[in-house]
Each structure stands twice: as C-alpha cells, then as structure tokens.
C-alpha cells in the first residue's frame, strides 16, 4: 500500500516546484499558456486534474490557459511495463497475474490519476482494469498546496472569485478519486439510477478483482463522440440528447452529478440502428443533499419567469452571502448564460449569438472585481464544471432540440421527497 510519507511528499514539492515555477509561472503571468499546460501534463497526478477543473470554472483563469488546460484530458504518459507489473503486484499479491487469462501490459488510456489496461477474465469477460499511478496520496498533499500558493497569487492579481470553498471542495473531490472502492460504489448506483434506460450503458463491476487502488470493470465498446461531429444532424441530435439526459436525470431524481463530462469519458455504440451511450469514468460523482438540488432549480425559474425577488432567495439558499442587487446582477449574468437554453420553448442550438462562455465570464468577473469579490459555496464548483462541459459537447455537436422540453420532460414532478427516497434506494446509501 503506497504510504503517504514526509519523503514522498518532499520529492512531489521538488518536482511540481521545478516545473511550476519554470514554464508553468511563465506561462501564466507571461503571456504563454502552454507554458502551465505542459508543465501540468508532464507531472501527471493531481495537479494535471486540477488543471482540467479549473478549465472549466469560469473565470478562475484567463480564457487561452483555460482553453489550454482543457487538453490534458489525455496528456499524461503512461507508466512503463515494470511499473505495471510491480504496482499490480501491490494490489492483487504475487500471483496477480493468474487472475486472468490475458492481461495487456501497455494500457490503452492514461489519464491523470491513473492508466486502463485491457484484459480478459478467466471466464473469458473482455475487462477495462483503471490502475492508479503510484504515490498519488503524497502528491495530493503536495500538489494542493501548489495550487493553494497559486490561487493566492491570481486571487491578489485578479481579485473577483474568493477561492477558500473552490480549495477545499477541489481537494475533496480528488481525495474521493483517489479512492476506487468509492468509485466502484458509484458505478453501482448509475447502475442502479439507469436500470430502466435501455440506451445509456453502465460497466459491470468485478469485486473481487478491485481494490482501492485497482478497478477492473466490463470493457464497453463503442467509438468517442469526436467520431460523430460531422455525422448527419438527426444522429448529432440523438446523441445531445443521450448526453442531454445522462446528465440531468441522476442530478433531478438522485441528487447525484456525473462531475466529469468531457467526450473521453462516452462511447457511441451503434446496433440495430440505434444509438447507445457508454458511460466510463465514475471517479468524479458529486452527491447534493435534495434541498440543493431544489435550490438549483429555483434559479431555473427565478431565470426562466425573470422573478427578481425569486432570484435572490435562490442564491441565498445555494449559500452565497452578503447579497445586494449590484451583486445579484453580477452573478444573474452567468446564471442566465447557462439556464437561457432552457427557458425558450422551441428548437434551436445550445448557443447562439455567439456568446461564448469565456466573453460572459469576462463580463462577471469585471462586475464581481467592482463589488468587492464574492464567494461561491462549494457545491458551486462541479455543478458549474459539468453545466460547462456537458454545454460544450452539445456545442460541438451542433445539435438542434427544444431543450426546454427536454428539461421539463426531466424535472417535471420533482420533489425533495421523492429525491431523498431515491437516495435511500440506491446500493449501496450515498458515500
């Protein structure tokens, strides 16, 4: 079991030290966004996951380093075959090897926490096993405090967003991920959320393969969404609207969001044609007590019926603080950026007009700067993260819907209690 020592704590300082404070402080405060970019995808780890999240917050970093962030998706190399061999000797014991009937060295997918390899059970399961780099619990507590000192250092540059609950809910997030015994435990409640949707797809779990630092899952076929963006419209369409619903519907009904929504994370699987959406990644699962979850939708509402005093109590109850309307106006301008797709009953794109979302961050943060800075309640963080990033593959795919009417289709009924026994139903209780 890897141990989280001075020692190794020590070394990942040197490391994200030399590499932050060369390129990546450059890069930041000089005018050379890929200067962060490969700093951050070079030393993998929490860092490089911190880089992706951060892309996708609006306004905690210039829009070229955020647009550069946004590809370290898939920059991190992976680990060589001894490294391999040796970290799945620490999960599954000496004799790891015999657990399956084929076991591919070289991974298919590295990421930031960890690589996939590919492999077959001994039932003949063709299996996708998520193995986590070595020492991760080290460089989280090193890597946090990099981004502690950088957040500092923007927060006094570019006063606006107050980033104490953006820290602590960043490091819990990643703490969570660290934990595959965690994330096989969310697999298992989308299982249970999408039971009754034959079109999205969830892996099979293999328990007795999986550790903590080890998840061995069903492989499940298919091809990315980048592979369908010049696909004809009515299959863009079906595919937004998967995305679309794969999203919003464990968040109404479960209070549980799907945290990572980037197109690594989906397959496309075509059979008896129709469309069917893989579902990957379950590491990054954000949990909202129902309350919050009816909070949200308050803010819908508050937008959609242009309610003034509705807007401000839905602020209040997501935990902003010290509310005034200079204030509130500030944060309605990315409130109605997000929530205006949804308040106009007919077919149209997600965006038009071509306000993109780092304009409109732009324009919040300048009126944020002018009323002292606010700041956001941590729930905001990976709400906001998802709300993007499932906005930009719609985006990407040009797709046309009525997406008021696919929201309502999802919302309509809700309530705090039937959310809160939804919860209680999954297998196992909420983590």
């Known amino acids: 079991m890897d141990e989280n020592t001075f020692f190794k704590r020590l070394s990942r300082y040197a490391k994200v030290g030399g590499g932050l404070s060369g390129a990546a ?48 998706q898939s920059a991190a190399p992976p680990m060589g075959p001894f490294f391999v061999k040796r970290r799945m000797q620490s999960e599954l014991g000496d004799e790891w090897l015999q657990s399956f009937k084929r076991f591919e060295i ?14 077959e059970s ?21 890597d946090m405090q990099q981004v502690k000192m950088l957040f500092k250092i923007y927060e006094s540059w570019k006063p606006g967003i107050r980033t104490e609950q953006v820290l602590a809910e960043i490091n819990d997030r990643l703490r969570e991920e660290l934990d595959y015994e965690n994330e ?25 393969l999986s550790t903590k630092r080890l998840l061995v899952m069903d492989y499940l076929a298919g091809q990315s969404v980048n592979n369908y963006l010049d696909a004809p419209q009515e299959m863009r369409n079906e595919i937004a609207k998967q995305l679309f619903t794969l999203w919003y519907y464990p968040l109404y009904n479960y209070g549980m969001l799907h945290g990572d929504p980037h197109m690594g994370n989906y397959r496309i699987y075509q059979h008896q044609d129709r469309i069917h959406l893989h ?141 809160r026994e939804n919860q209680k139903s999954l297998p196992p209780h909420l983590p």
């Open 122 to 142: 001994l039932e003949g399961a063709q299996l996708a096993c998520k193995l986590q780099y070595p020492s991760m619990d080290s460089a989280v507590e090193a």
């Open 184 to 208: 096989a435990r969310n697999v298992r409640n989308f299982e249970a959320a999408f039971k009754d949707h034959e079109n999205v797809k969830v892996p099979n779990m293999h328990a007795s």
């Open 279 to 419: 579902l990957l990644d379950f590491g990054c699962v954000r949990y909202f007590e129902p309350d919050f979850v009816e909070a949200v939708l308050e803010l819908y509402h508050a937008i959609a019926q242009q309610d003034e005093a509705r807007l401000v109590a839905a602020f209040e109850h997501w935990g902003f603080q010290n509310l005034n309307k200079n204030l509130v106006n500030a944060l309605s301008l990315w409130a109605r950026f997000l929530f205006e797709p949804l308040t106009q009953d007919r077919e149209r794109l997600l965006l038009e007009g071509g306000r993109e979302k780092y304009k409109v961050a732009g324009e919040v943060h300048k009126a944020l700067r002018e009323q002292g800075g606010v700041t956001p309640p941590r729930e905001f963080v990976f709400l906001d993260r998802a709300a993007v990033g499932i906005g930009s593959a719609l985006i990407k795919l040009q797709a046309k819907h009525n997406w008021h009417r696919l929201f309502h289709y999802l919302i309509d009924g809700f309530s705090v209690e039937r959310v």
């Open 106 to 119: 070289k991974p298919f997918a590295a990421a930031s926490l960890g690589q996939v390899h590919e492999a």
């Open 25 to 72: 402080l450059k890069g930041l405060f000089g005018g050379a966004p890929a200067g962060i970019a490969s700093a951050m995808g070079n030393l993998k780890g929490p860092l490089m996951k911190v880089g992706q999240i951060l892309s996708m917050v609006p306004d905690l970093l210039p829009a070229e380093y955020a647009e550069e962030l946004m590809e370290l």
